[in-house]
């Protein structure tokens, strides 16, 4: 039987934060379908058996029930001695960064990759004003991966694979090139994939290609 539950689904980059690092310490993890699309996180059933805030990704380990990437990905890591940031200022560091993830770099990316693919009728308007914060802010990332491996510096942690979230999906998602145009995070993500256990979110997630 496998140690962990995952509430997830292939299209999100949440979910895969806490899917990758799942891989990446080698656990037994399988995963549970949301059908996010058919609007399975909104229904009072979702919200009342699984969770609360209508959210995937859902993590299950024994009697216990997590939400939210950050938090998931704390747990596993102090679990598993894996990937976890070393002393006070590593942590308040790793979390600075996941913050600023979660608010301005994947926080704009999901609902900017929704909106351009799947959302009908989205206001041309809200998706461009979603892009120009992108640009400075991706740019902020970039800058901080300038002369260093990971966002903590030499050894990958928490933060990589929280900051990472949405930038492993096909560039045609997006309808622009993150690695490209922002070449040091490229590079970072490169050294990411190299990880043992790395997987792209369609390979690692149910629910590829979208039937809808
Ligand atoms: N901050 C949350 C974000 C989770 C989130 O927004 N998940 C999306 C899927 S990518 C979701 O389930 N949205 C449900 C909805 O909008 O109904 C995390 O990091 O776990």
Request: with cysteine.
């Amino acid at each position: 039987m496998s140690e962990y539950k995952l509430y997830c689904f292939a299209q999100s980059g949440n979910a895969y934060r806490a899917a990758l690092m799942l891989n990446l310490i080698g656990a037994s993890w399988k995963p549970v379908f949301v059908d996010f699309f058919k609007g399975e996180t909104r229904t009072p059933e979702f919200r009342a058996r699984i969770n609360e805030m209508g959210e995937a990704p859902v993590l299950v380990d024994g009697n216990k029930t997590l939400t939210q990437s950050g938090v998931i990905l704390q747990y596993l890591a102090k679990k598993s001695g894996k990937f976890l940031p070393q002393g006070e200022d590593e942590e308040l560091e790793a979390l600075r960064w996941i913050i600023f993830d979660n608010q301005k770099i994947n926080g704009y990316l999901g609902p900017y990759r929704f909106l351009k693919n799947w959302a009908k009728g989205a206001d041309p308007a809200i998706i461009a004003f979603f892009k120009g914060r992108l640009d400075g802010n991706l740019a902020v990332v970039n800058k901080r991966l300038e002369g260093r491996k990971f966002l903590l510096g030499d050894r990958p942690t928490i933060a990589d694979i929280s900051m990472c979230a949405y930038l492993y999906y096909p560039s045609d998602e997006f309808g622009f090139d993150i690695a490209k145009d922002h070449p040091a995070i490229g590079e970072w993500l490169g050294r990411i994939k190299a990880l043992p256990n790395w997987a792209h979110p369609y390979d690692l997630m149910p629910g590829h290609p979208l039937q809808l």
